[in-house]
């Protein structure tokens, strides 16, 4: 969960440099089941839905170690694909 409240406040942040209010957008996040295929290793995956409250467009990404949602969700809000 510490993993996922710093990339929170990261995505707020990138947010705010593009411009935009981080507030107008609802991050909600769920855990997802371990993968069976990764050889007794055992990482915390999650899937992140941002929304934009105001358009009610929204995406999902996956966070956790080795993945970066919030590249993914910047990006998708750059390319005004929330708007």
Known sequence: MELYEAELEAARRRIAE???NPH???FSMSFLPPDPDAGGMYTV???VEIRNQITAKSMSATGGIGWDWVSAAVGAIK???LD
């Open 18 to 20: 593009l411009g935009r």
């Open 45 to 47: 995956q999650y899937e």
């Open 24 to 26: 107008d957008f609802s």
């Open 79 to 81: 390319e005004g694909k």
